[in-house]
């Protein structure tokens, strides 16, 4: 099986991959998934990636006719009015992705109107500009997000794509727009807690938590994203807030994580002695040890970082090594890199 395939779909950064050749085959693309897991932002990276414009339409909003067109009499003949919410060419470029958001959530009769525009790139006297393509996304009916059932004439009419939550690429995205290293290092850590619906109990060996079935917040990774802005709040303020975003529950798990990651020995303590320096025990700790190393690496302590990650475990010194180019493409020039390198091939074998 492809190791990007899991049982449900596929990992988000291999769902941007097969959007991008559906765009590029000019094939509509359907993107299925749980709330908050990133099926909207696939289509606007795809869309930046590729150099194409974005006309983003959620269709729950939208009215048969808003797609359609109001009818106007031209020489005794009803004729449909083109749609401004639609691409035009001429202001909104020749090449670009018409993106239909929240499309089975929609009411039938504006499913109905897409499909003419689906299958044959055109409804009533609109015509899809010959360099535009379709991508839509929605919720599973199992999400309990008001999603309908899609219509098995509309659904053949797309490319189908499921998404499935996966903390590894959200990591990657995370670190490279520097989101608060204790976050990324928690939910490495916890990556039950990545994506947790209202209605589910988790039992994992040392994690038992259930989301109440009427939760209005709850772990997307969406929400961690947010999240993630409240984790330098102060101990008072900070739990509250997050609880706010992922739930109780969550919440309170991040805050016993984030009193690990505020105990282990500071930057500033190991970049002084990183031959010394304490190495903490527990994969917790040593977690967010990794995630504040990767963070604070600059051409000027990647010495001393490189150093005292030797005196950590083999997992925790690659995913710090790592973690620092990706936040840092300037360390790759450093001597400590190509040493770490030179004693690590096997890591890039």
Known sequence: MNMHIQDKGVKIDFAAKMLEAYIEGDTPAMLWGPPGCGKSDIVAQTADKLGLALIDQRLTTLEPVDLRGLP?????????ANPSILP?????????????????????????????LILNRRIGEYRLPPGWR??????????RASAQRMPSALANRFAHIDVVPDVAPWADWAIATNRHPAMIAFLRFRPQLFHLM???????????????????????????????????????MRQPLIAGRVGVGPSVEFEGFIRTFLDVPSIKTILADPAGAKVPQGPGALFAVSAALARAATPINYGAIMEYIKRIPKAYEVLTAVDSQKRNKSLAETGAWVSWCGRNTAVFA
């Open 72 to 80: 106007h009499i031209k020489d005794g003949a009803a004729i449909w």
């Open 134 to 143: 379709i991508a839509a996304a929605g919720n599973r009916q199992s999400d």
């Open 198 to 236: 209202p209605g589910v109990a988790l039992d994992d060996g040392d994690i038992k938590l259930s989301m109440p079935a009427d939760a209005r917040a709850f772990p997307t990774p969406r929400s961690w994203t947010d999240a993630a802005n409240y984790a330098d709040r102060d101990a008072e």
């Open 88 to 116: 035009d060419e001429k202001r909104d470029g020749p090449r670009g992705i018409l993106f239909l958001d929240e499309i089975n959530a929609a009411p039938a009769s504006t499913q109905a109107a897409c499909y003419q």
